[in-house]
């Protein structure tokens, strides 16, 4: 009996270690540290975003239009958080330009591990474009099945579905035979008419199971884009989550999912986070 007890701790510590090095994922399709030029709006095909600069750590971007927490399990919960933007302790040769969500720890008395596999991933910005979108599987430059958005700003008018598109312009129908837009004596613009221009912020969510949109969709914040697997290069379920300036590259997430970020929570242990984000 004397004996086991002593065996016990360092097997669990052991046990532990292996559980948090499974979470670290590499992602070296991601870039090499160059800032980028501005994406053509391609629908399909999306080649992973690149990367930035490791400056960007703990940047806020105040035109950053993507906001809150992307994961509708262990939403607002730091513990969730498997690797930072920039994480000193990601895979050797890679940088992480994301921000990994994955199992949150919970007490061991609470059975040690809780898998945010199969969890909801949600669009965080208040519109968007899918750009690029994938579910056959696939390796997609270690992205997996994934979804790319970019960010558009859009104004309602009356007009008429399937107009001539300019680049960087997205025409979406919001209402077929809008009331206000209806008028029997002249019938050329009777829907409710979305004119959508991009300033060039993208959002990316890789490694999912399976997606619930597709490249060319029109998407609001809260709309689900799809659940979380290990799809890609990944070794366990978790959602990469990354942001992308138009100018700098890819941004921190950490300082846009939660309201309230305290520059400790990077340099934490999982299982030493015990505040909530208060958004949640
Ligand atoms: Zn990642």
Not at 15 to 37: A, D, F, K, M, Q
Not at 122 to 134: L, P, S
Not at 233 to 258: E, F, K, W
């Amino acid at each position: 009996m004397k004996k086991s007890r002593l065996v016990l701790p360092p097997l669990l510590l052991l046990v532990l270690l292996c559980c948090l090095l499974t979470l670290r994922i590499p992602n070296p399709e991601l870039g090499t540290g160059r800032s980028e030029g501005i994406p053509a709006p391609a629908r399909t095909g999306a080649r992973p975003p690149s990367g930035g600069s490791c400056g960007n750590i703990q940047q806020v971007y105040p035109d950053n239009p993507f906001s809150g927490w992307p994961v509708d399990r262990f939403t607002g919960d730091w513990r969730s958080i498997s690797s930072w933007f920039c994480d000193p302790a990601y895979f050797r040769g890679y940088t992480h330009w994301g921000l990994d969500f994955g199992a949150r720890q919970a007490p061991a008395s609470d059975g040690g591990w809780l898998t945010i596999n199969e969890a909801g991933v949600y669009f965080t910005a208040d519109r968007g474009v899918v750009i690029g979108e994938a579910h056959d599987g696939g390796e997609h430059w270690g992205m997996g099945n994934h979804v790319i958005t970019l960010h558009v700003n859009c104004t309602e008018r009356c007009g008429t579905e399937g107009e001539h598109e300019e680049e960087g312009q997205y025409i979406y129908m919001q209402e077929h035979n809008y009331p206000e837009c209806y008028d029997p004596h002249n019938p050329i613009h009777p829907d409710l008419v979305l004119d959508c221009v991009t300033d060039w912020w993208r959002g990316s969510y890789f490694h999912f199971k399976v997606t619930t949109v597709e490249a060319g969709d029109l998407v609001e914040r809260g709309d689900l884009l799809g659940y979380i697997d290990s799809t890609g290069r990944s070794t366990g379920p978790h959602l990469h989550y990354q942001i992308n300036s138009p100018t700098a590259g890819a941004v921190d997430p950490a300082m846009t999912i939660c309201s309230e970020y305290d520059p400790w929570l990077r340099s934490s242990w999982p299982w030493e986070r015990t505040e909530m984000c208060p958004d949640y």
